[in-house]
């Protein structure tokens, strides 16, 4: 039986370029240039496919985050 569960990504660019995804909505850190939060997130899959995305916009630093939501089967 499969079972699903929502989960919500945030997404931010920091001012060296670097994609960071996150658990809960960053906070800007104006003196070293990055978006912080305590709880990263790491999944090789969606972090390629944000990547992408990310990279053919124009989303950068002097953006807010942003979220989205994905839906995952869990066995």
């Not at 909505?25 to 305590?38: D, H, I, L, V």
Request: proline share 4%; with cysteine; hydrophobic share 30%.
């Amino acid at each position: 039986m499969n079972n699903k569960k929502t989960i919500t990504i945030w997404f931010a660019v920091n001012k060296n370029g670097f994609i960071g995804l996150y658990s809960n909505e960053p906070t800007r850190n104006n003196e070293t240039g990055k978006w912080e939060s305590k709880y990263p997130f790491v999944n090789s899959i969606i972090y390629q496919n944000i990547k992408n995305m990310i990279e053919s916009s124009n989303f950068d630093w002097n953006q807010e985050p942003q979220c989205l939501t994905y839906e995952i089967d869990i066995e």
